[in-house]
């Protein structure tokens, strides 16, 4: 089946810093990628949408300075949370899908936490 | 409004049974598609099952079966002989338009954990 590989797995770092996630697709062109943020014991909440060659698509309410995404080729996204401060600590995690009605496949997702 | 309802925050199931778990949603869209994933405690997040709007028959992936209703707009999925290993959340999750337009964003549920007990 189709695999997304996410890096790191767990980061913590001081306030300040910026942070910068990788999610790949491993065995297909991914035309869209997805990043979303988790809270504890809540559902998945989308940041934004990317699309391989053109600028992301952010959600209402998440602040596209704070989070930037970049999705250079098709197998390939990065996040980058700049200027981490401890309220930005969360689960994010991102997804990848192909062409037609495939699914979205999602990677294992990165624990941030910020000190 | 929301989009996609589960209203079991969590439940208990003994080991060997089957366990329903409700997913209702609202659309305008005459095209969709409807997921479920599970999410052990891990974090990953497991696709299980599709059901696109306009497909005639129930999906079913091994021992995951989606009961689908679509004039009450409900999408339940079942998990028949349930394993200690079937322990996690569960999210159902609704993307609107045609199937070819799979770039189009999820809509999550809350999620409704699952504790299999032995």
């Known amino acids: 089946g189709a695999v997304v590989s996410q890096h790191p797995s767990w980061v913590i770092c001081k306030s300040g810093t910026s942070v910068k996630i990788e999610c790949r697709s491993l065995d297909f062109q991914a035309t869209t990628m997805f990043w979303y943020r988790q809270f504890p014991k809540q559902s998945l909440m989308l940041m934004a949408t990317s699309n391989e060659g053109s600028k992301a698509t952010y959600e209402q309410g998440v602040e596209k300075d704070k989070f930037l995404i970049n999705h250079a080729s098709l197998t390939l996204s990065t996040l980058t949370v700049t200027s981490a401060h401890p309220e930005d600590s969360s689960f994010y995690i991102c997804?990848?899908?192909?062409?037609?009605?495939?699914?979205?496949?999602f990677g294992d997702g990165t624990r941030l936490s910020i000190l | 409004a929301q989009k996609i309802t589960q209203t079991q925050p969590g439940m208990f199931v003994q080991e060997k049974e089957a366990v329903t778990l409700d997913c209702t949603y609202d659309?305008?869209?005459?095209?969709?598609?409807l997921f479920w994933y599970k999410q052990p405690s891990s974090g990953e997040m497991i696709f299980l099952i599709y059901?696109?709007?306009?497909?005639?028959q129930n999906a079913t992936e091994g021992r995951y079966s989606l009961n689908f209703q679509k004039a009450r707009k409900s999408a339940n999925l079942v998990i028949s002989a349930s394993q200690l290993g079937d322990s996690a959340m569960y999210f159902c999750a609704m993307r609107e338009g045609p199937p070819k337009a799979a770039g189009n964003k999820l809509t999550f549920g809350g999620g409704t954990r699952v504790l299999v007990k032995p």
């Open positions: 059901q696109g709007s306009y497909d005639q």
């Open positions: 659309t305008s869209d005459p095209s969709y598609g």
């Open positions: 997804s990848a899908v192909g062409v037609l009605n495939q699914p979205q496949h």
